[in-house]
């Protein structure tokens, strides 16, 4: 059995920054990938950033490239988000899903584990 946890979640005031970690555990993976999804009440879950946990490749939807910064601890089979100049459109629970193929797309059901999420609120 997989376990994925979120952590770094919380409330901060526009332009200030947070951290999610998001951790693997229950199973070695060779190579795989993590991405981060958002989603609000009412709305699907919106693809963020992913890596490769291998080769290290960064993806990024438009909305925040140049803010978040995605990056890996392959030896710890964690990923991590650096969020800066934060947003109140950023408002979102956050979650974390892993590809086993090592595999990062924007589309959520290509993911087979998910995080429980963690909350990220942004005040203006």
């Known amino acids: 059995q997989v376990q994925v946890v979120e952590s770094g979640g919380g409330s901060v005031q526009t332009g200030g920054s947070l951290r999610l970690s998001c951790a693997a555990s229950?199973?070695?993976?060779?190579?795989?990938?993590m991405a981060w999804f958002r989603q609000v009440p009412g709305k699907e879950r919106e693809f963020v950033a992913g890596?490769?946990?291998?080769?290290?490749?960064?993806y990024y939807h438009d909305s925040v490239k140049g803010r978040f910064t995605v990056s890996k601890d392959s030896a710890k089979d964690t990923a991590y988000l650096q969020m800066n100049s934060l947003k109140p459109e950023d408002t979102a629970t956050y979650y974390c899903g892993v590809n086993t193929e090592n595999l990062v797309t924007q589309q959520p059901f290509g993911y087979e584990y998910w995080g429980q999420g963690t909350q990220v609120i942004v005040s203006s």
């Open positions: 229950g199973r070695t993976f060779e190579t795989f990938a």
């Open positions: 890596i490769n946990l291998g080769a290290g490749g960064r």
